[in-house]
């Protein structure tokens, strides 16, 4: 066999025991060739020391190795054969060997080994291992099984120790537990024994021993030779009964550099040494194989965050994920040599075409999965830096990176989900894979089937127990453990307290103890889930480049510049954490901490689109946003409470907000989708809290961005399909804002869409379908007074108004509610009748209308209900002039009044009322009668300003004067009761106290005594 061969071989083997050592699955048996290379004596020494005292000779065969011993202790009994013993392998003090040093290095999973010495034990202390020691039966049931260091020929100290032939014949009976658990261990690690060769007795016994039990069914197992030369048919022999023999000579000259810095004086021990060197170093690994081994825990998670991708590759503190890239690789590192060499920077085109050739050929699939890796962390590229920065990018569709879930949520397309959801359930007796099992669960809680999301949590934690998948175990008990937060408050099944208190129960942090001994070892992905780690460095991460915004902004506008990475850091942290818990369908997003995060993203996409630059500052260098994009909006409309949203755009003064092309197709094709899932009676009793705060959120960003004609009908048609549906507290408020926010943009509108709108809001309120709630708010936001406002054109483009048959509708509806329900009645010509002064055909018509229903109403039987409501009825009806006569409110008033003295809460309405018709509607103080007066608050500052000349200055107060404006005060001069009010105040003070007197206040007492 070639050279080129024998070292591909060892390769192979090689590669077999670093998967073994990666995936906590290798064991290593450790033999007295380890031991001698410090010095103590071989099983042959020990043995030929017996037979010389007995005068014997030690023959070869294995049957002499045991009975020899066997004799010894016969002729002179136990005490005097174990001193005997003891007093051979305890000569001198013997210290561990750098064989010892590479053994630990393996971090193998137990050491077993025939020995009896305690040079392990010594290594463990040297280099700080812990492994629990087991050397008789009694050790086993207190080891933590973790890692172990089994001493299966027992040891010098209990006296137990496995040489003679009795020993062996016994150990069945003797060792029991041990014997059993090692040959446990056969069917399921990897078995590498060092310090043994193929025809040491120790070895062969052990072999035998195993393969009666087991037959095949165990691991291969790996023997380090370095006795001999490589012989094929001993290679092939063993290799068919599961051992892989590693010979010294196996390796290349060019590798041996180890055995330079060997000091071993034994030959073998320095082949041993530079065999177990060459495991331990992977330097000699393609870079391709040493990425791939440490992304390959990745290998079953749909989403990573960056900075695992950064630990794995080599992370050093100057590498950072910024704005999709990873910055700051170092030249000559890992990625840097995988890119470099594909990009072909720094090398001749023969090397470039040998170092593809080869990926082509033999890593086209790991350099694929690489790949794959990192677009899961949606990492775009890579930034190296030295003297000559370069970029190598990658290129990739982010919407491929999103589960098919995340797609339609991303979309608003809850009709796509609620079938698919639907569709699995038809099909709950089929098995599907882990993937797609997690899916349907996440789809569940998602629609916020939370019964049916635990019932399948619960059978996943089974079945990914029983089928060994625990990276989906994990986070099944993670999702158990944290889906009661939502769980209690939106079940109302029988079994809720049962699956509460089971929930309870799970204790993440001891989860590990629970597990089977070899899968044990987290992985930094999995602690950092369990831990909850990866939310709570995200909400601190996005807090602190928050502030870094805020602060840019600051900067920025007080005429410096700022071109800061935060605002793409800020981006990319909140996009990679979305996809990272939605994409591994993680049951988080319902928590506080979460919630901060998508806010502290909002707050800093506003900040930042908010700066302000003076238009003489062209040359102003700052990384800011023109427009939204897409993701923020979606961000906006589904993680954050309305008046969240509301007050994040009042504290930045964002009245307008521009959207991108792309930003602005999606916004109304996922309008869309949302409105058709809305309406959808399964879908909205399952999401209604939601879909009532993501449709307020429509209402805030419709509210804000520049909208077409088109558009604005598009919006109108589709909001009018959700009148009839019970809506949340506020609802009417962002709705009527959003309505007003329509007048200045003067759009001309189509009749029959406005006035469709307001038919079926009239409708609802007609059929007595408002809830308390919505029955308050229509009574502060009267969307009927904002839809009136509106600039509507018919077909023809001539001024569209209501038809005369709905203002009869309405006035008999009224009419019909003002003897059966007379607050409703009074609502409805608040709400729906005043409103429509402008949309009627004939005003006179609708004026006579309201003239004869106002008259109609016993104004003294009211509660403070409907006093308030006719107050409110009287200022609006003033101020659209639906009254026929003046005097109409005014009797109106002084009826409510005779009956409501002990109403004293109402005086502040009956007050506006009056001096409304005083000050806008040209009534005399004269002519308001004394009973109406007389419950108005005296002396204050309303009133002198309203009524100034009917006011008793005797309660004027001088300070007042700062509420007036300059032109005011000179209109009031000419009341002669204030003149000569501020006249007496001025006169008051001596010339030394008119020197303390506030240069304002004087300014303006001059300017009222010189305007006399």
Not at 230 to 243: D, W
């Amino acid at each position: 066999m070639s050279n080129g061969s024998l070292e591909q071989i060892l390769k192979t083997n090689i590669e077999k025991i670093r998967k073994a050592k990666e995936h906590d699955k290798l064991v290593v048996f450790v033999g007295a060739g380890v031991s001698v290379n410090s010095k103590l004596p071989t099983w042959y020494d020990l043995v030929s020391e017996l037979a010389e005292e007995m005068g014997m000779n030690v023959g070869n065969s294995v049957d002499s190795f045991m009975q020899i011993p066997q004799y010894y202790f016969n002729e002179r009994g136990e005490k005097e054969y174990l001193e005997k013993i003891e007093g051979i392998l305890n000569r001198k003090t013997y210290k561990p060997n750098i064989i010892h040093e590479q053994i630990i290095d393996l971090s193998p999973k137990h050491i077993i080994t025939t020995n009896y010495d305690d040079l392990l034990e010594q290594s463990f202390k040297l280099y700080n291992k812990s492994y629990h020691v087991v050397s008789d039966n009694s050790d086993l049931p207190y080891a933590s099984q973790d890692q172990m260091l089994i001493k299966m020929h027992g040891c010098l100290k209990k006296k137990n120790i496995v040489l003679k032939e009795d020993d062996y014949l016994s150990y069945s009976s003797n060792f029991k537990l041990i014997e059993t658990y090692i040959k446990s261990l056969f069917s399921t690690h990897i078995i590498l024994f060092i310090g043994y060769s193929a025809e040491d007795p120790n070895f062969k016994l052990i072999f035998q021993w195993v393969k009666d039990i087991l037959n095949k069914d165990f691991q291969p197992a790996y023997l380090i030779d370095i006795s001999e030369e490589f012989n094929l048919l001993k290679y092939n022999y063993y290799k068919n009964r599961g051992i892989h023999i590693i010979y010294s000579n196996n390796l290349e000259q060019s590798k041996e550099d180890g055995l330079e810095e060997c000091k071993l004086e034994n030959p073998k021990g320095k082949k041993l040494f530079n065999i177990l060197k060459r495991i331990n170093d992977i330097e000699d690994e393609h870079i391709i194989s040493r990425i791939y081994n440490n992304l390959r825990e990745f290998e079953n998670v749909n989403a990573v965050q960056p900075k695992d991708i950064l630990k794995a590759t080599g992370y050093n503190s100057k590498m950072v994920y910024e704005n999709g890239l990873i910055r700051g690789v170092k030249i000559g590192g890992e990625l840097y040599e995988l890119l470099s060499n594909i990009k072909g920077i720094g090398k001749n085109k023969k090397e470039v075409n040998l170092f593809r050739k080869d990926l082509l050929s033999n890593y086209k699939q790991v350099l694929r999965y690489i790949l794959s890796v990192l677009k899961k962390a949606n990492i775009r590229g890579i930034k190296f830096f030295n003297e000559e920065i370069f970029y190598f990018t990658l290129t990739w569709c982010i919407d491929d990176i999103k589960t098919p879930i995340l797609k339609m949520e991303y979309n608003f397309d809850y009709k796509s989900m609620w079938d698919t959801l639907m569709s699995s359930e038809a099909q709950t007796g089929l098995e599907g894979n882990p993937a797609d099992r997690m899916s349907d669960m996440f789809l569940s809680y998602k629609l916020n089937s939370l019964d049916k999301a635990y019932g399948k949590l619960r059978e996943l934690s089974r079945s990914t127990f029983e089928d060994r998948e625990f990276l989906n175990y994990y986070l099944v008990e993670f999702n158990k453990n944290h889906i009661s937060g939502v769980y209690k408050w939106f079940t109302s099944s029988k079994n809720q307290k049962n699956n509460l208190n089971e929930m309870e129960i799970r204790d993440l942090d001891n989860l590990n103890l629970q597990m089977p001994i070899s899968e044990r070892k987290r992985s930094p992905f999995i602690q950092s889930i369990l831990s909850f780690n990866f939310v709570y460095s995200n909400m601190y991460k996005s807090g602190e480049i928050l502030k870094k915004l805020k602060n840019e902004k600051k900067l920025v506008e007080r005429g410096g510049q700022s071109i800061g990475p935060h605002l793409f850091n800020l981006y990319n942290n909140t996009y990679n954490f979305w996809l990272f818990i939605n994409n591994n369908y993680l049951i988080v997003e319902h928590y506080s901490d979460v919630k901060v995060i998508y806010n502290n993203f909002i707050e800093g996409m506003t900040a930042n689109y908010s700066i302000h630059i003076s238009d003489n500052r062209e040359d102003i260098r700052v990384n800011k946003l023109d427009s939204m994009d897409s993701f923020i909006l979606y961000i906006i409309l589904s993680k954050i409470q309305g008046k969240e949203l509301v007050t994040i755009l009042d504290k930045y003064k964002v009245k307008e907000m521009k959207i991108d092309e792309e930003a602005r197709e999606y916004l109304f094709n996922v309008f869309l989708n949302f409105i058709g899932a809305f309406v959808v009676k399964e879908i909205h009793t399952n999401l209604e809290s939601e879909f009532e705060n993501i449709l307020r959120n429509f209402l805030v960003i419709f509210s804000v961005i520049d909208l077409n004609k088109l558009e604005v009908e598009l919006i109108l048609q589709n909001l009018s399909n959700l009148v009839s549906y019970t809506h949340s507290y506020e609802y009417f408020k962002y709705l009527n804002k959003f309505i007003k926010s329509l007048g200045p943009k003067v759009l001309s509108l189509k009749a029959e869409v406005v006035i469709n709108f307001y038919s079926r809001l009239l409708q609802k309120v007609l059929n007595n379908s408002l809830t308390h709630s919505e029955y308050e708010e229509l009574k502060t936001f009267n969307v009927f007074y904002s839809l009136s406002k509106l600039n509507i054109t018919n077909v023809e483009g001539k001024s569209a108004k209501l038809s005369s048959d709905l203002l009869n509708r309405l006035e008999f509806e009224i009419k019909y509610n003002l003897l059966h329900d007379i607050n409703k009645g009074l609502l409805l010509i608040f709400s729906a009748m005043i409103p429509i002064t402008d949309l009627v055909e004939e005003k006179k018509l609708l004026q006579e209308k309201f003239h004869g229903i106002i008259n109609s109403i016993d104004k003294q039987s009211l509660d403070s209900e409907g006093i308030r409501l006719l107050l409110l009825i009287l200022h609006n009806a003033i101020l659209t002039e639906l009254f026929i006569k003046k005097e109409d409110p005014i009797k109106i008033l002084e009826e409510m009044v005779a009956g409501s003295k002990g109403h004293s809460l109402l005086r502040e309405l009956i007050f506006k009322n009056v001096t409304l018709l005083v000050s806008d509607y040209g009534v005399k103080r004269a002519d308001i009668p004394e009973l109406i007066w007389d419950l108005i608050n005296k002396g204050t500052f309303e009133e002198f300003y309203f009524v100034p000349e009917y006011f008793d200055y005797n309660f004027f107060e001088i300070n007042w004067l700062y509420k007036l404006t300059q032109e005011e005060i000179k209109s009031f001069s000419e009341i002669e009761e204030f003149h000569n009010q501020v006249r007496d105040v001025y006169n008051s003070y001596t010339a030394e106290e008119l020197l303390d007197v506030d240069k304002e206040l004087l300014l303006r007492m001059m300017t009222v005594l010189v305007n006399a």
